[in-house]
């Protein structure tokens, strides 16, 4: 039984920085593609980053180029979403997901299996 755990959230002011966690049991990310979406009250969930563990290939979405960035700790199985420069459209509920998308899936939902319950990001001053 696949299980994955976000932890991290939390409120920050803008220009911040927060560290998410993944901790994953049942899988080990390895084979898989880890990836983060968000979503934001009255929004649909969208496609923050995603890393290809066997290629080490990684997606971000424009909003979060270059200010986000994912990794992860083989030893712990755990994946990481690091988010400096926050900013208050930043601010959604974040979810971890594992999955083995396709190129042309690998920024939708649909391209994941496995989800985590979600960890709130606020980020206010």
């Known amino acids: 039984q696949v299980q994955l755990v976000e932890s991290g959230g939390g409120m920050v002011q803008p220009g911040g920085s927060l560290r998410l966690s993944c901790a994953a049991s049942?899988?080990?990310?390895?084979?898989?593609?880890g990836a983060w979406f968000r979503q934001a009250p009255g929004k649909e969930r969208e496609f923050v980053a995603a890393?290809?563990?066997?290629?080490?290939?990684?997606y971000y979405a424009d909003s979060v180029k270059d200010r986000f960035s994912v990794s992860r700790d083989t030893a712990l199985n755990t994946m990481y979403l690091q988010m400096n420069s926050l900013k208050p459209e930043d601010t959604a509920v974040y979810y971890c997901?594992?999955?083995?998308?396709?190129?042309?899936?690998?920024?939708?939902?649909?391209?994941?299996?496995?989800w985590g319950q979600g960890t709130q990001v606020t980020v206010s001053s």
């Open positions: 997901a594992a999955g083995r998308p396709i190129t042309s899936t690998i920024r939708a939902m649909r391209g994941y299996g496995s």
């Open positions: 890393r290809r563990w066997s290629t080490g290939a990684i």
């Open positions: 049942g899988i080990t990310f390895g084979p898989y593609t």
